[in-house]
């Protein structure tokens, strides 16, 4: 046993004076004091960020189901501008049909005229 250390005494913390104990007690209270001031702004400013957005994201969707909404708007009224362009066609046929048939019924007319 003789590569063996004796063993060592126990530690005990040292005398603290009293004037540093107060000196600690109010460094924490002062701390603290600090602290609380620092982290109520705080968490008021990361509630009122959160709820801002959250709002946002309620925004972005409503404006995205706006937006398919305004797609299927679109595909109708192009559907609707497609038949109107096609009537429109149908009507410049039947249009010139008409002038074609009143040219003959002209022609018609002057005959039984003779």
């Known amino acids: 046993m003789a590569d063996t250390d004796p063993p060592a005494p126990p530690r005990t913390a040292a005398p603290v004076e009293e004037g540093t104990m107060v000196n ?3 460094a924490w209270g002062v701390s603290k004091d600090l602290l609380t001031l620092l982290i109520i702004p705080a968490m008021g400013w990361l509630i009122k960020l959160e709820v801002a957005n959250a ?7 409503a404006l995205q189901e706006d937006v398919i909404e305004l797609r299927a708007d679109i ?3 192009e559907s609707i501008d497609d038949k109107v362009q096609a009537n429109s066609l149908q009507l410049v046929r ?14 018609i007319k002057s005959l039984l005229a003779r």
């Open 24 to 26: 600690l007690s109010k």
């Open 94 to 107: 039947l249009e010139g049909k008409l002038d074609t048939a009143n040219g003959r019924l002209d022609d």
């Open 75 to 77: 595909a109708k009224a």
């Open 55 to 61: 709002e946002r994201d309620l925004h972005i969707k």
